[in-house]
């Protein structure tokens, strides 16, 4: 199957700073990749579309400020946590795919804010 | 409301036994999906079922898909350790793909 990559894998970081994770498909051209968080034995909530070339489309509830998606090539896509705080600590995970329906996931990124 | 209604949430089992998952909507869908995922890790993509009353099979894992296109299960005969996770049904609607809550199987060896 398809492979996407997540990087980092884990981060801690401090209360009011920002952390950028990659979202990078390895071996096909992604035009649309989506972000999602997730919370401990729950399922996946989806955050946003990143589209490629354009903005991103948030959820309801997502503050775009917060999350910044920018998806500047067909094959990466980037997520920052802008001024995090300890509540957004979570595990996100990317996925991107050649049909909508059918995605390929990335490892997931541990967020821990201290 | 979800709009794919996934059962059992949590599900513990010996080894050997067998299980069903069940992911249920009252919308049709063109294809619904499954999905593993281990603690720690991405989901990995199971199976993709396309035609209403579709069987795949997948070694101990048998996958339908209803009729109507509107409900799916999971099949596991004679659960191993190694199967234990969490399952995830999803579809795709309006252009993303949306997710039941989730099945936490155990499986006790």
């Known amino acids: 199957g398809a492979v996407v990559s997540q990087h980092p894998s884990r981060v801690i970081c401090k209360s009011g700073t920002s952390v950028k994770i990659e979202c990078r498909s390895l071996d096909f051209q992604a035009t649309t990749m989506f972000w999602y968080r997730q919370f401990p034995k729950k399922s996946l909530m989806l955050m946003a579309t990143?589209?490629?070339?354009?903005?991103?489309?948030?959820e309801q509830g997502v503050e775009k400020d917060k999350f910044l998606i920018n998806h500047a090539s067909l094959t990466l896509s980037t997520l920052t946590v802008t001024s995090a705080h300890p509540e957004d600590s979570s595990f996100y995970i990317c996925s991107a795919g050649r049909l909508a329906g059918e995605q390929y996931f990335g490892p997931g990124t541990r967020l821990t804010v201290t | 409301t979800q709009l794919l209604e996934q059962s059992p949430q949590f599900l513990s089992i010996q080894e050997g036994e067998n299980l069903t998952v069940y992911c249920n909507s009252s919308s049709v869908f063109s294809s619904l999906q499954w999905y593993r995922q281990e603690p720690g890790e991405g989901p990995v993509l199971l199976v993709t079922v396309v035609t209403g009353g579709e069987v795949k099979k997948l070694k101990r894992l048998t996958f339908q898909f209803g009729d109507a296109r509107k409900d799916s299960s999971l099949h596991i005969t004679a659960a191993q350790p190694g199967d234990t996770g969490l399952y995830l049904c999803s579809g795709e609607y309006g252009n993303k793909l949306v997710f039941g809550a989730g099945t936490i199987l155990r499986v006790k060896s």
């Open positions: 990143s589209n490629e070339g354009s903005k991103a489309t948030y």
